[in-house]
């Protein structure tokens, strides 16, 4: 591979009103500039549909108010692009053909605009878009300065205004390091159940708390009108934020419910828009943005949350007129498995559920209605059978109708549609089963595999056997660690296990301490100190893959992405005789050059995972590959995006050139135009088919 080649190894119009409903708060002042509309040229694509691609995916739908058209994401043209069409029709339309690729989707409730978010660049940086279902008309809503990040939140119910969330650029001191004079809080190192927390326990940073970044930054919450006719409205300020996310507001225009916090202490909070008045704070789950709605009438708020629990269950909230709390009850919930997902019906009245189950999905649905007393209550729950293992999106589509994004191990990803609690049926524009993969050599079904680790914590993972080989044989294998590290193995077809398998390699892919789906302690069990025991997971996976594979003791290797690349470097100096090679993507090195680069609302959020880059800056040395790579003993391949500002590609950089001071082999593959996920077709088959290639040339027999 040569060392400096690229991608180089080294419409209707309204005249009402807009948002008329929802008063501007009275006192809020705003941490950047208010978004403006900004016209666009127009980028609709061909009417007729462009040749379809036997391996695309569609995925994020979002139903017109009348449930007969969709708006979805789609790589048939080879990056994520927003299509729209009817629900049971081929006659799909590509509404922006512009090479940014597109990461969610929204149909405003009065039919009149989708709005959308793209990643200009293919980098981290996202803004906000919208554009007339006919594709006229698209404009710039939130995120023009290319040093700001625009994220998508809800919809107003009237349709007159569409929620964005603003970051603002952050201020870099000295070297990039924040710095501060001031003594951590006493209350920084606290116990929560069987983990050691590092940073504040509350939210909110405050004059006595200590940002874990760079000053300057924040995140603003705005409702910005699509037409232009009317100034932006701020609904929220968060200096030194990790997240801040609009998920619903209330019908009467009263009160905005926000999903803030840092990654492990997310929390749900309802807003009074007309004074900027927090009036309720409640833990919510980690994983989809979307937590919760309110009923039409505001009395009650159903949140998807784990508080004082393992798993995440479905609450009821009960809300005075003022929007505080009178009552809370958790009114479904499932032993041992979690709510992942949570959507309701344009009625507000049918409560859809997607219950995690040991990596696959069960679907719910719940009839909802007013209660005598305070709260709502909640019908029985009606399963609703489902075709394929993972459900990653719900959205209501008109009356009685449902359109649900499924992925499975035999299957691109694709939409599905119900009425009634019908069967579910794909939509004719989604890849068919057959289509997953070119014809002679099926998707392997992966088997689920459990384990103890050295201290006792029950672990699991899904492991893929290559075809065409002795069930006892031994076999080179790949252990494959997610990312997150909250993210959780699920049995879904990956095209980078469908190329390593049809390599003659294995893949086990577990899920160490720290991923989702197991429940709060185990995603908390690798926090602080407890990440030296999850290295110790890897390891400890590697053994199980030799003695329940069988996978062969002599040609193992280790791979992963964003956290599973650090894993990856770390175990290859943790682990210097267990695996033969390893391949990291998107993964930090040094977790405290990590937190210099990346962005200031990922540093709010990723000290409490790792620790504060000031306070705890000796742990973090001491978790970093790069304090151990004098270890190194076997050759690595660096995958990394050039745009990406999550991990900034420095962190692979740094760890090849080390490498090779100390004459280890190791090259780096930079992709072009791509961020922290790769998501251009081309990008992502050039990937998959080095690592391939590396782990094929050092995993044959010696």
């Not at 139903?63 to 789609?74: E, K, L, N, S």
């Not at 119900?418 to 997953?436: I, K, N, Q, Y």
């Not at 029950?458 to 290559?466: C, D, E, H, K, M």
């Amino acid at each position: 591979m040569a060392a400096d080649a690229r991608n180089h190894v080294t419409g209707e119009h309204r005249t009402r009103p807009p948002h008329a409903t929802v008063p501007a708060p009275e006192r809020a002042s705003a941490r950047a500039a208010a978004p403006a509309p900004i016209a666009l040229p127009e980028a609709e694509g061909t009417r007729d549909a462009v040749t379809r691609l036997h391996a695309h995916g569609c995925w994020y739908p979002c139903a017109d108010p009348a449930g007969t058209r969709v708006a979805f994401i789609c790589d048939r043209g080879g990056v994520p692009q927003l299509w729209a069409g009817p629900v049971d029709g081929e006659g799909i339309r590509l509404l922006d053909a512009s090479p940014d690729p597109v990461k969610e989707v929204s149909w405003s409730p009065d039919g009149h605009w989708i709005a959308y978010t793209t990643a200009p660049g293919g980098g981290e940086h996202t803004r906000v878009l919208c554009v007339r279902p006919d594709g006229t008309g698209r404009r710039l809503l939130a995120g023009a300065d290319p040093d700001s990040s625009a994220h998508l939140g809800c919809w107003a119910h009237d349709g007159s205004a569409v929620a964005v969330t603003l970051a603002a650029p952050a201020t870099a001191q000295g070297d990039g390091v924040w710095q501060s004079a001031d003594a951590a809080p006493a209350h920084w190192t606290s116990r929560d159940g069987p983990a050691t927390l590092l940073g504040t326990t509350a939210y909110a940073v405050g004059p006595g708390g200590t940002p874990a970044t760079r000053p300057g930054g924040g995140l603003s919450a705005y409702l910005v009108d699509p037409e232009g006719l009317a100034s932006p409205v701020l609904l929220a300020t968060e200096p030194d934020a990790p997240t801040l996310r609009v998920c619903d507001l209330s019908r009467d225009g009263r009160f905005a419910l926000l999903r803030r916090g840092p990654r492990g202490r997310r929390e749900a909070v309802v807003r009074r828009i007309r004074d900027a008045t927090t009036t309720f704070a409640l833990r919510v789950a980690d994983g989809d943005h979307w937590i919760g709605r309110f009923s039409p009438d505001a009395r009650t708020l159903w949140l998807r949350s784990d508080a004082d629990r393992e798993y995440a269950a479905l609450f009821a909230v009960a809300l005075d007129t003022d929007g505080k709390q009178c009552a809370r009850t958790v009114v479904a919930e499932r032993e041992d498995s979690d709510l992942e997902l949570l959507a309701m019906a344009h009625d507000g009245r049918t409560a859809v559920l997607a219950w995690n189950v040991r990596g696959a999905s069960e679907l719910d649905i719940v009839e909802t209605s007013p209660g005598l007393g305070t709260l709502d209550t909640a019908g029985p729950a009606r399963p609703v059978p489902l075709p394929h293992e993972v459900v990653t999106r719900i959205t209501a589509a008109g009356t009685g109708r449902l359109l649900l994004a499924l992925s499975g191990s035999q299957r691109r990803p694709g939409v599905w549609w119900a009425h009634e609690g019908v069967s579910l049926l794909r939509t004719p524009w989604s890849s068919r089963d057959e289509d997953a993969v070119p014809p002679g050599r099926p998707p392997v079904r992966p088997v689920l595999s459990r384990l103890v680790a050295r201290d006792g914590l029950p672990l699991s993972g899904w492991y893929y056997r290559a075809p065409g080989r002795a069930p006892y044989e031994p076999a080179p294998c790949v252990i494959h660690l997610h990312g997150g590290p909250e993210d959780q193995e699920r049995p879904v077809f990956d095209p980078l296990y469908h190329e390593l398998l049809g390599r003659g390699l294995d893949v086990f892919a577990p899920d160490v301490r720290g991923s989702g789906g197991h429940g709060r302690s185990f995603v908390d069990a690798d926090l602080g100190t407890g990440r030296f025991a999850a290295l110790d997971d890897v390891a400890d996976c590697a053994a199980h893959a030799v003695t329940a594979g069988p996978a062969d003791p002599t040609r193992l290797a280790v791979m992963g992405r964003s956290y599973g690349g650090y894993l990856t470097f770390a175990s290859l100096v943790w682990h210097p005789d267990l695996f033969r090679t390893g391949v990291a993507v998107c993964g930090m090195s040094d977790l405290v050059t990590f937190f210099a680069g990346t962005e200031p609302w990922i540093a709010e959020s990723a000290a409490h995972k790792y620790g504060h880059p000031e306070h705890d800056r000796e742990l973090l040395h001491a978790l970093s590959p790069m304090s151990r790579i004098d270890a190194l003993r076997v050759p690595l391949l660096a995958v990394h995006g050039e745009h990406d500002t999550n991990v900034p590609p420095g962190e692979s950089g740094q760890f090849v050139r080390a490498a090779r001071e100390r004459g280890v082999p190791a090259e780096l593959l930079v992709l072009r135009d791509e961020g922290h996920d790769f998501l251009r077709t081309d990008n992502r088959r050039l990937f998959r088919r080095a690592a391939a290639d590396w782990m094929e040339r050092l995993l044959r027999p010696s």
